[in-house]
Structure formats: C-alpha cells, structure tokens
C-alpha cells in the first residue's frame, strides 16, 4: 500500500494549489488520514488530519489557509491550500491508518513519497 499524491508545484505568494492523495488497497474509510510537511533543514510538521469519525485537526501555522477533506467512496484525501506563504514551501506527505499507541509520525503506517510546494515571493 502506497498512498499516491499530486498537485503539488510552484506558486507565488498568495496563491492556491490542491493536493489530492490517492491511498488504494485499504479500508480508505475506516483509517485515520492526514497530510505531513518536511521543509529543508526542519523536522516533519502535521499540517492536517482527518480521523475516521471526522474529528479534523490542523496546525496553527495552516488553520484559516488549508482546508483538509476526504472522499471516501474514491479512497482519496484532499488539502486545499490558500494564501500560500514562502514559508509553506516544504515536501507533503499524504499519510495514513493511525496506530493505536503511537504518536507523532510514527502513528502512521503508511507514507506516500511525497509532492514538492514551492512558494515563491
């Protein structure tokens, strides 16, 4: 299982892009979801997540910006990001199923290989 982004790119400060994730092979319902970032030099950040019961959370550097949401019937996550800053310049993971016991990046299972957003000013 290999959750398969996209949507990533270049944009300039102030602008959008939307990031969709594919995960196949899983009950796509039934998993926690959520949307990591590593910028250069910098640890992984939780931008966004989605619980199976839709509990969403979102990191205060994004809350107001980027919507999270997901559509289970086709098994894919989306993060639409607003009024991209230079400083949301990173690579985004799309993750998922959470791991009871664990925390941080390692209550995921599993990872995509990430998608690249370059905000420029």
């Known amino acids: 299982v290999r959750p398969v982004e996209s949507g990533g790119g270049s944009v300039q400060a102030g602008g959008s892009l939307e990031l969709v994730c594919v995960v196949s092979?899983?009950?796509?319902?039934?998993?926690?979801v959520g949307w990591y970032r590593q910028a250069l030099g910098k640890e992984r950040e939780l931008v966004a997540s989605i619980t199976s019961e839709d509990v969403f959370t979102y990191s205060d550097s994004v809350k107001g910006r980027f919507s999270i949401s997901r559509d289970n019937s086709k098994k894919t996550l989306y993060l639409q990001m607003n009024n991209l800053k230079t400083e949301d310049t990173a690579v985004y993971y799309c993750v998922a199923c959470g791991r009871a016991g664990l925390s941080g990046p390692n209550y995921y299972t599993y990872w995509g290989h990430g998608t690249q957003v370059t905000v420029s000013s």
């Open positions: 092979g899983i009950i796509f319902g039934a998993c926690d």
